[in-house]
């Protein structure tokens, strides 16, 4: 539906990691990703946050809901821990894989040898 439906320039490329839905189904907090800088990342969540009337309208109507969820967009900070756990190994895959490096220790235990 958001990539879909909502229509505003300012809305960049957006996923949904997760939703908290109260056991009520009064409220429902959306936790997405952004895909480019902080500024970025702010300006969609504003736009998301905008259109949370609307979002919140499809819901009720799509899921034929009498109460339809109270809408709360929240950018997923975990993301960014992802983020820099990859970046992380992906430097330590290139420095390893440089001339002269240390290449990967050989196992002692002889378990692969035939006999």
Do not use: H, N, Q
């Amino acid at each position: 539906m958001i990539g879909a439906e909502l229509k505003d320039p300012r809305l960049g490329f957006v996923t949904v990691t997760r939703v908290d839905l109260t056991a009520d189904l009064r409220y429902a907090r959306i936790f997405v990703g952004v895909l480019g800088s902080a500024d970025e990342r702010g300006r969609t969540v504003d736009v998301l946050r905008g259109a949370a009337g609307f979002v919140r309208k499809e819901i009720g109507r799509r899921l034929r809901l009498r109460f339809a969820p109270e809408i709360d967009f929240r950018y997923d900070k975990g993301l960014d821990a992802t983020d820099r756990v990859a970046r992380l190994l992906e430097e330590a895959a290139t420095s390893t894989a440089e001339p002269g490096a240390p290449g990967p220790v050989p196992d002692s235990s002889g378990e692969d040898e035939p006999g």
